[in-house]
């Protein structure tokens, strides 16, 4: 157990069902992230959330609305999802003080198949 | 953050030392050199990170050459479960501002051999 705890962790959603991902940390980091890892490919940046505030979106499309309601938790809501959304979706946390980096702890990650 | 080159994959027998290698010759003064590793269907494990200075922890060792230009990730005693992909990642550790970026390239697929 790494202190960042994903659920679930595997989804099977049809293309019309609406259904979200949790994150949750309880390493006390002020950052938490998510990404998303397509079958061999690298790991994509998704979001970034600083202080609970998004500081970072990086062009992913609105069928996926990532919301950090505090510090220790972070969801990922996935509404009419295509098959090609299929992948690994995983969540990190780090502690950020003052902009310095003290790198990253990752969640297991949920396996969400679209069919 | 510079850009990173390691070798697509690496073959090591069980119980002998792994040294996987990266290179990064447009690093800048204030990067440090990250590695993680990734266990088949599993998050990114943290492994090591370093500066200048030769670094060492209970999972590994990190080398960074003199002119920092490349570095080397060594498993002392590879076993079957340290088969991975592992990602050699140079970023700013400071970075007076919002950027808390992790980019992750293609990595190193070690696979460990009995």
């Known amino acids: 157990e790494t202190g960042v705890t994903q659920t679930p962790r595997h989804l099977v959603m049809g293309m019309t069902n609406k259904k979200s991902l949790k994150c949750e940390q309880h390493?006390?980091?002020?950052?938490m992230y998510w990404y998303k890892q397509s079958a061999k490919k690298p790991l994509e940046l998704m979001f970034v959330y600083s202080l609970e505030e998004r500081v970072e979106n990086n062009s992913v499309p609105s069928r996926f609305s990532p919301e950090c309601p505090n510090s220790s938790h972070l969801f990922l809501h996935l509404h009419t999802l295509q098959p090609e959304d299929s992948a690994l979706y995983l969540c990190a946390s780090s502690q950020n003080d003052r902009g310095a980096f003290y790198g990253y702890t990752f969640g297991s990650g949920t396996r969400l198949t679209v069919v | 953050d510079a850009k990173t080159t390691q070798p697509p994959s690496m073959d090591c027998a069980e119980g002998r030392a792994a040294n996987l290698p990266c290179n990064h010759s447009t690093i800048s003064g204030n990067e440090y050199v990250y590695w993680y590793r990734q266990i088949h269907s599993q998050g990114p494990q943290y492994i090591i990170h370093?500066?200048?200075n030769n670094e060492t922890n209970e999972m590994a060792s990190l080398i960074i050459t003199e002119d920092r230009k490349s570095s080397t990730l060594i498993l002392p005693h590879a076993t079957l479960r340290d088969t991975a992909v592992y990602y050699c990642?140079?970023?700013?550790?400071?970075?007076?501002?919002?950027?808390?970026?992790?980019?992750f390239g293609k990595g190193t697929l070690l696979t460990v051999n009995p």
């Open positions: 390493l006390g980091h002020n950052a």
């Open positions: 990642i140079v970023r700013v550790a400071n970075s007076g501002g919002s950027n808390y970026k992790l980019t």
């Open positions: 370093g500066l200048k």
